[in-house]
């Protein structure tokens, strides 16, 4: 029966107490009730103990050696390379065994030597639950970095003359042990009797070759001379010469036990005031019964065993009774437990299968709903390489046209390695661990521990990892990438394990992996989400190789886990004349796509064709540099961005963009045009942004903004309408990136001055010069959903205002920009509003991908006293069509939206077709 906070566990006292296992470490308190006195009287400065002594061997002796019931410990060199972990699997395990590392010739315990220290105690235990410890000079306890040995050691084997006091102080519960040195071959009573630093717990002998009568004798001694004796008063022995005794309690027993060394040869010994039997232990051994032992005439000290001496030899209350309090652990203690069970989990498994499956998704403009990859995924890991089937590759739930085998036309865009990850043994001290407290995970106690990267320069993670509290297995954890320099500014992934335990040893596997990224381009960031989840785990398949084989030689995609990240793994040209596959000499950093569509706008007299041509480049003439160009007859832009330079954190950003012709910007109130007010127009835009990250998931983004836009009067436009003035405009916007999960949003600010102003329109005043400079501001919330492989969702709040805002400056609802479904491109103007969009998507089949739209628009004019709405709802179908194209057919339908004639309810379709080159 145990209760929290202390186990009281009755143990019988005549059995060998063997070296504990290290979880065993705790406080104990012996309670025996007895009724006769214990004097104080002078004694040594430790007691008598052979059951302290443990006989150190080394490892070339450790198989003959014979120790009987006497604990041992393997002495291992710090530099030793021998496998001290499959030489321990050949002890029985009943066997008391520890290991003591000895780095008494390593010097001062600098990073390489540390990290040794704790590789081997690591390996140590993850072949057996075992004692381990560090045998130390007395000059290098005085140093540091033994604190960084804490959690990987159960004790420290200490010379007679150490400073343990200072030790206890910097190292609370560490065990002590004494390194015992002999100047000459010691005699049993010898060992027994050597002199320990204060709280030692055990004595480490070395075994002198050929000395196993010093081992039998011991383990004689070991039931007679436990540990915890206290000095006795009331019984005296007396020899028949001079001789010096000293006399104690054994606290298991009850007996006597007293420490005789003659001056002369004694031949007799008897006991006051009285016993029933006497036995001498050492270089004598003689038995008797009644207070009196005749001995062979002896000058050799030995142990006398004193029973009876209370007048019976009842042993009531002579069973302690320990009563154990269980210690916490400190985080460094968890932290190597968890390395030592993941050691194991190695050592076990030799191989390892992961089915799943993977879904990424994340917006692109243009589309009408997320973008969503997914694949069936197989992960192969053994013998030191890991690589990854991806089969059933779909893009937006479509299948589309691919070479069997081909590498997909797509670069692979990753966030850097991690130097150093967490939980792990490192050369040097990357991480801080903090313990945060328990939690139940699935079911199952676990601590939470916290990790930061102590050096801000290095690439690290920083978060919080749930470790079984038993089995000391990862069962969660959550970390977030810092100090990145790509493409990939932000990198938080979330695995949940699935704990199991096959053949005795405990393992976890990854369930779910999901992982949220930021993407920062020139211009704007992108929000990706990804869900890896794992349905089954095969450990040690017999048919492991072959099903490599088989995948290597299918038409899915492979990928390998380099030093460098994943890369492809081509098709050969003849599979035949050798191994099917291949690395990908390079990775693609470019992709091009291919736009052409038309726009149905009830607005719009004829269809709105359009075209273009798209390029991204993520990794411009290998500098790291992001380039993207479009092309679309009458309007291009081209921006790009740096890789960051200042501190590593901020990079140079640009943009610029024009239209070759001028186009009409279109008067509209209450949703109706009004075309005696319509205008030409002819806009160029040029901004040079800093863009820096100041946390992990939040960046900021300030630019410079240059525009001006060429007014002239279309052929609608009234004879009394005055032209707004062509003139440049400078601003500057100051944008708030942040992610958490799947949640993303944006916070921004934008303040313009047009460089001249004058009057404008049909009723032209001296208020409108006041708009010669506005203010802009808003932000923007966005989630993304992913339900299933097949399902996925994405939502968007955005609300936004401003100060002395014109038609020129104000927000409008488009059909590219700012859209809101089903109704017609700015059709309506605001100055203050939030829109709410969403879409949810749904494959049926692996040919058709369906989405659905719910929009709602709730704004305000700068004529109108209150805010309006404007529902808008609307769906869209894709599928592939011939020659690699993706095809999306749009539809929506705005209630309140007004047509050219009048009429309330709009629609509005878009027919888009997509090609990736």
Known sequence: MSFSPYNILMRDWQRLQPIASYHGRSLRAFVIAITIPVAAAAQEAAPPCAACVVFAIAPPEFQMAGTGDVPVALVVPAEATDDVAALLSTVPQGRAVAVVLDA?????????SRYRLRTLATAVRAARDTLVGVELLSSQIREASIDALAGYIDFLVLPADADSAAVSTRLPGMSLWTDAVFPEPPSALDVVTRAR???????????PAGRRDLVSAIGAMRDVLPTGLTPLADVRVMCDAACDRTVFLNPQTLDAVAIVRPHAAITRVTVAPRATALATFGDVQVRAIGARLDLP???????????GWRGTTNEA?????????????TVDEIVARHQIARARQERAVRTL???????????????PGPLTVTARTTVFAGFGQTEIEEDQIRVDGLDLPRAAGAVPKLPLIEPERVSAPPLTIMLTEAYAYALRGRERVNGRDAYLVSFTPRASQQT?????????????????????????????????????????????????FVQRAETFQAYVGPTASTPIHRIVTFDECEVDAADYASRLDEAHRSDAVMLRDTLQGYRFLARQPDAASGEPRRLASSSRDHVATAVVGSLFDPNI?????????????????????????????????????????????WRLAGDAS?????????????????????????????????VGTIAPAVRLRAAYELGYTRYARAETTAVDFLVPASTPEHGARFALEAEHGPWNAIAWFSAARRKEWRRWGLAPSTTQLEARTFERYGATFARSIVWSPRAVAHVEMAWMTGRRLDRFSEFALGSFDNPLRGYPSVSIRYDTGAVVRSVATWTPTARVRLDGFGDLGVVRGPDDRRSRSYPGLGAAVEAPAPFGWLLAAEWGYGPRGVNADGTIGTHVVRIVGYKMF
Do not use: C, K
């Open 104 to 112: 008494r010739t390593v010097g001062p315990l600098a990073d390489e």
């Open 297 to 307: 005439a002896t000058v050799a000290p030995f142990v006398l065993q004193i029973r």
């Open 658 to 690: 024009g239209v070759a012709v001028f186009y009409n910007d279109r008067a509209f109130r209450t949703g109706v045009e009004h075309y005696d007010e319509n205008i030409r127009q002819r806009p160029t835009q040029l901004s040079l942004a800093m």
């Open 317 to 329: 209350f002579a069973t302690g009774m320990e009563v154990t309090g269980a210690r916490e652990l």
């Open 197 to 207: 630093i204060p709280h030692s717990e055990h004595l480490l002998v070395h075994v």
């Open 353 to 367: 299968i992961s089915t799943g499956s993977t879904v990424l998704t994340f917006q692109v403009p243009g589309f």
């Open 460 to 508: 690290l993670f920083d978060g919080r990892a749930w470790i079984d509290a038993r089995s000391f297995v990862l069962l969660r954890t959550d970390a977030t990438q810092t100090r990145l320099r790509g493409p990939i500014a932000s990198s938080r992934e979330v695995d949940e394990y699935r704990a199991t335990v096959r053949a005795g040893v405990a393992m976890s």
């Open 605 to 649: 007299s004829v269809p709105l064709v359009f075209a273009g041509v798209s390029y991204v480049d993520f990794n411009l003439f290998r500098t790291g540099t992001q380039l993207n160009a479009f092309f679309g007859g009458t309007y291009g832009r081209l921006s790009w961005a740096t890789r960051p330079f200042v501190r590593n954190r």
